[in-house]
């Protein structure tokens, strides 16, 4: 049975598939078409964070796939305490084809795999977000043509997105260039069991924004104080401060540079409105994407893709 609980699941083949599924797909919706590939089939979402993107994009996804996707959050499905998590991890698998689970530890996604019985998708956790990982390098691909020879810059906290985009790049053979202050890069463990994992990642870390942007293909950001860190958020608004994606910093980087956020975006903390809105931002091809691969990801984690 194949899950999304981390990107560690998939090999390089894997997202390229899942990527020519999300590319086709995306075509055929263009082009007015809707193909109901997942016609009859069932995703249960159950959420403890809040969500745009990761909610919208699944349920858009299997709506347009002619499947049904059920909403929960964790308290509903009886997490508060009403019902142990193997017992509503086993009834919720039996009811359906797939869960996507958003959390803020990442043993819930971790229980329901044991428990569920069913393919699970990690829609976030504390650990990681491949799906957004997926979904950025995907458009990173759609918008310059290949990922080969491209450089990812990442400027900000070392999270959970932070992570998942280190492991995808590495696995695709992406260099990435990962910039944050000191305490809040990358533990040097990940690190480690990424290279361990992919010999040939090509990871660099530094505390100098300056310098990581200077041959940046994508320069890329996300909020200084994640969800569930809102106490930190102004002891963070002072440390992060020099690593603010501006018209300044973008400055320094080639021209032809574009900008991501995976959103939401605190305009005028980590990024400013000049970038976001800027020529070169594709945020919001990004954003639209992860409908797109949600949709490539549905269909391969089904076993739906030889009909493609």
Request: charged fraction near 20%.
């Amino acid at each position: 049975m194949k899950h999304l609980d981390s990107l560690f699941r998939l090999t390089a083949d894997d997202m390229r598939e899942i990527f020519r599924i999300s590319a086709v797909l995306k075509q055929k919706l263009q082009q007015g078409h809707r193909p109901a590939l997942l016609a009859g089939r069932v995703m249960t979402l159950l959420f403890e964070k809040p969500s745009l993107r990761t909610r919208i994009s699944f349920e858009s996804a299997m709506a347009h796939l002619g499947g049904t996707s059920l909403f929960m959050t964790c308290a509903e499905a009886g997490l508060n305490g009403r019902e142990s998590l193997s017992d509503i991890a086993r009834v919720l698998g039996s009811y359906s084809d797939c869960i996507v689970t958003r959390t803020f530890s990442h043993r819930l996604v971790d229980d329901l795999v044991k428990h569920a019985e069913t393919p699970i998708i990690n829609g976030l956790s504390d650990l990681g977000h491949p799906c957004q990982a997926l979904s950025d390098l995907f458009t990173i691909r759609e918008e310059l043509g290949t990922l080969e020879g491209k450089r990812l810059v990442y400027i900000g906290d070392g999270n959970n997105v932070a992570r998942s985009l280190t492991l995808a790049a590495a696995i695709l053979e992406m260099p990435i260039v990962l910039s944050s202050p000191l305490g809040y890069e990358l533990t040097p463990e990940y690190v480690d069991v990424v290279k361990k994992k992919i010999p040939g990642a090509n990871i660099t870390l530094t505390y100098d924004p300056q310098s990581a942007v200077s041959r940046a293909d994508i320069v890329y950001t996300d909020v200084w104080a994640s969800m569930g860190q809102e106490a930190e958020q102004e002891k963070r608004k002072q440390i992060f401060a020099p690593y603010q994606i501006n018209g300044k910093l973008m400055a320094l980087a080639p021209k032809s540079a574009r900008f991501m956020h995976c959103l939401p975006a605190k305009r005028g903390l980590e990024v400013t409105d000049e970038v976001v809105d800027g020529i070169n931002s594709i945020v919001f091809q990004q954003a639209e994407n992860r409908m797109h691969v949600a949709k490539g990801l549905l269909v391969w984690l089904l076993g739906i893709s030889p009909a493609i």
